[in-house]
């Protein structure tokens, strides 16, 4: 695998973009909490931009799946790339409308890039090395995100807040060139891939879903650790708040980012003595247990610990989950069905952004912590209920 050109476009790729957006992410929360003060607004600003990706999602599906997947990352590099520019806009008129359209354009891009970008992947390895890149994959998107909030907290004491999204900008046209060099084959006109008609439709991925168990309920526990993730960026603001202290921010993006790797760095050893789904739900217990940790947000050891655990817990989780998608659902399905979990990751982001701000508001932090751990560990108990209960039906049949 590691004699792949191919791979390391991805994960060069990977990390150059990694380091942009995360940039890009420190200066919106920055020009933000400067411009509006409710934890409500803005979450209602951050989910517009999410609903413009859920809009597209079903035709960036179809079109992955009909053209070459690396056209689809190079015009979606492309429109991100351009997105900055409003940004810039933002910055120098001091309008926040300026600022939702960047957040329009860019979830647009991402709702084309990551569903070619996870359907590439398969083809560029073999089944059995999937587990592994997926794992240094979201390593390696960790590792620039630490450096990249880093760099950025460093930035912000030293220049004015443009130059993080110039250093944004540049680091999406690198993604952009390396893209360029991708070079794998591809077949997007298997029959399978098509309906009786003879054309390519959205829907067919939903009989595709119900028919693959796993699949279905793989997607479905997806969604728990939603209820952490969706609110991550207005948690770190709250703590940082809550504890009077900026330098806060970067332990628990430092703090979560190692942890994460640790996690996806021993996934692949964690795998041959455990299921996949005893991974999840291990997993998934331990979101729940991270989540509830946070009602001592005050204290700053209780905080940090709690985002090692989550850091670990979803390390272990997503490269397990990414590689029972890649390898069970046919490949000639991917760009719709990556495409389709995007919309599903989309919508439940969207959920728990806006209920996140509203309870931040209307409770506080901690009490929303423990609401939220609470509703974590009953999900992960009724999906395990569900899915020994359909194993045993299996077995019987």
Known sequence: MWRNRNVWIILTGEFIAGLGLWLGIIGNLEFMQEKIPSDFLKSLLMATGLVAGIVVGPYAGKITDQTSKKTVMLWSGLLRAVSVIFMFIAIATGSVWWMLAFFVFIQISAAFYFPALQAAIPLIVKDKDLLQLNGVHMNVSTLSRIIGTAVAGILLVL???????????????????????????????????????????????????????I???????????????GGFNLLVINISELQDSSAIKGYIYAAEGVSFMIGAFFIKKISDKFSPYKILFGSSLLVGLSQIMLYFADVFVVTIAAFLVFGFSVGCFFPTAATIFQTKVPKDFHGRFFSFRNMLDRVGFQVVLLLTGFLLDFIGLQLMCILYGGLTLILTVIFYLKNKQFRTAKMEN
Do not use: Q
């Open 159 to 213: 220049l004015p807040l443009s130059m993080l999204y110039i250093g944004s900008f540049i680091a999406y046209l690198g993604l952009l060139i390396l893209t360029w060099f991708l070079n794998f084959e591809e077949n997007n006109d298997k029959p399978s891939a098509k309906n009786s008609d003879g054309k390519t439709s959205f829907k067919d991925v939903i009989p595709v879903i119900k028919g693959l168990p």
């Open 215 to 229: 699949v279905f309920m793989t997607l479905l526990m997806t969604l728990v650790p939603l209820l952490f993730l």
